[in-house]
């Protein structure tokens, strides 16, 4: 059975402290792994999709990495906006999605 | 573009009663979607429709019904509600299912007491 799980559950930053997020995965045949940001009340907002290992994608102060068993999503200097949940999805061979239940970050000025 | 739309964003329903989840989007997905968001926990597929008057369960799809009778429109039937019920609905669309993103609406909040 696919699995995800993301590490740590909730994450306390100033702002500037940069820091990293983990999502292990095991899946059969790993098709696309996604990173989604949700503010809360709202849905979930797309970020990076990653396809294969070694494969790394930026946008502003967040930075996506792959290798075969994990992704990681670093955050450099964050501002108290980057304050989310932020949650990994993996898609296996037979495009099923499977979710982690995220990591919520909080950045305090 | 409004994108994905939901109503209502909330609601309370006593036990034993139905309602309907509406879900609507505007950007012509053929995919179309809709997850639970409990707590602690990853969001779970209820049902899925691949076109209008195309539909599959997913992983979570007892006491939930659906149909898609335009490509616009998704909605979500509970029948019977019960506590276990009480959740965050989202509905989600894509272009397509191939390693695609999904745009999220912004959710149902359902209490069943």
């Known amino acids: 059975e696919d699995q995800v799980t993301q590490s740590p559950e909730a994450l306390r930053l100033q702002e500037g402290e940069s820091s990293s997020l983990n999502c292990s995965y095991t899946?059969?045949?790993?098709?696309?792994l996604f990173w989604y940001r949700q503010d809360p009340g709202k849905g979930p907002e797309f970020l990076f999709t990653l396809y294969s290992a070694g494969e790394e994608k930026e946008k502003e102060r967040l930075k996506a990495t792959l290798t075969k068993k994990e992704s990681f999503l670093h955050i450099t200097a964050p501002k108290p906006e980057d304050s989310a949940t932020y949650l990994c999805a993996v898609q296996a061979r037979d495009y099923k999605l499977s979710f982690g239940a995220g990591t919520t970050v909080t950045v305090r000025a | 573009n409004a994108g994905v739309t939901q109503t209502p964003k909330f609601r309370i329903l006593k036990i034993g009663q139905s309602m309907t989840l509406q879900c609507a989007q505007d950007m012509n997905h053929n995919y179309m979607y809709w997850y639970r968001q409990d707590p602690g926990m990853g969001l779970k597929l209820i049902y899925y429709?691949?076109?209008?008057?195309?539909?599959d369960k997913g992983e979570v799809p007892n006491g939930y019904n659906v149909s898609r009778s335009t490509t616009e429109d998704f909605p979500l039937r509970l029948e019977l509600a019960a506590p276990s019920q009480t959740s965050v609905y989202f509905c989600?669309?894509?272009?397509?299912?191939?390693?695609?993103?999904?745009?999220f609406g912004s959710g149902t909040q359902l209490s069943v007491l």
């Open positions: 429709s691949v076109g209008a008057g195309i539909t």
């Open positions: 899946v059969s045949g790993l098709r696309g």
């Open positions: 989600a669309s894509s272009y397509r299912d191939r390693v695609e993103k999904l745009f």
